[in-house]
């Protein structure tokens, strides 16, 4: 595609922080990374306007912000003659019951000088968020331009499940991923686990019983001296080793 047309409701959701802003914006880089144009009209300017200028709510300037995403167009002669036209088509079809028809008279002039300005600027598609304005294309028949919802080609990648990942492994300690050095498992407060063995074995496979234990001597009554034991070495006195 060499060129395309935002309708303004697709930039009163991105201004508006509405869910569908993300995948806009996705579709934005992607149609200027391949030198697609993007075009929108004067009349978008009027609409994206309204909602700066609501009682109650903060004054901006989004025609400086609708400026850096789209090119805006005037309307010229052949636009305004081609949106009475496709107007004309829309009021030959007839009449429709009294509260769709007070609907569409307020609506129907807007998406036909929409629609008129895509044609003129010969854009191949024209993106917008409003069911009602996707639905003119069959209501008038028209083949020379696509209609479609902003949803970029190829969808954006979504990080946020790997960075919920990482924000729940932030508390890790390092007890926790500290090794007790000689490959035997740790809990996470660093204590090493033993693994318990049947029949009252250890790790070496003896019985508990047949370990060595330790003898322990008992403590002489109060006011004795303990008697020594000469080293096994040693040789009563007198003897000599002649």
């Not at 075009?39 to 004054?59: D, W």
């Not at 769709?100 to 854009?123: P, T, V």
């Not at 932030?170 to 740790?186: C, L, Q």
Request: with cysteine.
């Amino acid at each position: 595609m060499e060129s395309v047309y935002f309708e303004s409701s697709v930039f009163i959701a991105v201004l508006n922080g509405e869910p569908t802003g993300k995948q806009i914006r996705s579709l934005l880089r992607e149609l200027k990374k391949n030198g697609v144009r993007i075009y929108t009209s004067i009349i978008t300017v009027q609409e994206i306007s309204v909602l700066s200028f609501r009682r109650g709510t903060v004054a901006a300037d989004p025609v400086s912000k609708l400026s850096k995403m789209a090119r805006v167009s005037g309307i010229t002669k052949e636009m305004a003659l081609t949106a009475a036209k496709l107007e004309a088509q829309v009021k030959d079809q007839g009449k429709l019951p009294k509260e769709e028809q007070i609907s569409e008279n307020r609506r129907r002039k807007w998406d036909c000088f929409h629609i008129a300005a895509a044609m003129c600027l010969k854009c191949e598609c024209v993106y917008s968020c409003d069911g009602g304005f996707l639905k003119r294309k069959t209501q008038l028949g028209i083949d020379s331009l696509r209609f479609s919802e902003p949803i970029p080609d190829a969808p954006p990648l979504d990080l946020e499940p790997a960075k919920e990942k990482r924000s729940e492994r932030t508390d890790i300690t390092s007890t926790e991923i500290r090794g007790s050095g000689d490959g035997s498992p740790e809990d996470k407060a660093g204590a090493q686990v033993t693994e318990a063995k049947p029949d009252g074995k250890e790790a070496d496979g003896k019985p508990e019983g047949d370990k060595a234990k330790a003898v322990v001597a008992p403590l002489p009554p109060v006011g004795e001296s303990p008697e020594i034991q000469p080293p096994a070495s040693a040789k009563p006195a007198g003897e000599s080793d002649h």
